[in-house]
């Protein structure tokens, strides 16, 4: 038997209006499905909260200033024969290696450039080198390289409290104005060792 083409009509009518009121903005079920506990999906383009614009410029500017600091601490060996330096030494370059690989997974994971050089400068005070306050010259290096003994010793420290001083000043300022738990934890554990070293230098310098 044929079935009546007024019959398909009245479900197709029922079909539509069930769709047209699960679509109104006003009614009782998305009022519903708003308090429900599911999560809304978070608006494109939105920065992860988990970090801000000064986390990745933080990390991308110590890797650089640690950078400089291990390789200072790597010419020690073979310039110096002083055992507080040698340990002093050996002791920065254990502690901010790490860091920088800390550093480094953190930018990876936020979808940021592993280097600053193209970032807009921290707000940290004169900014003569680049990556950081405290930031060694090219001359600057050149001239460390070319002497040992305790000249060595002497130009080295001189160089390093200036430069540990540099890195306390960005930590500092990256409490202020970053966002990240884990970036602002490291500042702070920069601002505590590389202070505790500076007054270990400067007894060394006395």
Do not use: Y
Request: proline content about 4%; glycine content about 12%.
């Amino acid at each position: 038997m044929r079935k009546s083409p007024i019959g398909f009509g009245v479900a197709g009518v029922a079909v539509l209006a069930l769709v047209t009121g699960c679509s109104s903005g006003g009614n009782d079920m998305s009022g519903m499905r708003h308090n429900s506990t599911s999560t809304p999906a978070p608006a494109p383009g939105r920065q992860a909260a988990d970090h801000n614009d000064h986390d990745v410029r933080f990390a991308q500017e110590m890797i650089v200033h640690h950078q400089q600091a291990v390789q200072m601490a790597k010419m020690v060996p073979g310039k110096s024969t002083n055992a507080k330096v040698l340990d002093l030494a050996e002791r920065i370059e254990g502690a901010q290696d790490p860091e920088i690989k800390t550093m480094t997974g953190w930018l990876s994971k936020w979808g940021a450039a592993p280097t600053a050089s193209s970032m807009p400068k921290m707000d940290h005070g004169s900014m003569d080198h680049g990556a950081g306050t405290g930031m060694m010259t090219a001359v600057e290096m050149a001239g460390l390289g070319r002497v040992s003994g305790a000249g060595f010793d002497r130009m080295w420290t001189e160089m390093m409290i200036r430069h540990h001083q540099g890195a306390i000043e960005m930590s500092e300022t990256h409490l202020d104005k970053g966002s990240n738990a884990e970036s602002k934890k490291l500042a702070q554990d920069i601002i505590t060792a590389q202070q505790a070293e500076i007054t270990e230098m400067q007894g060394l310098l006395k």
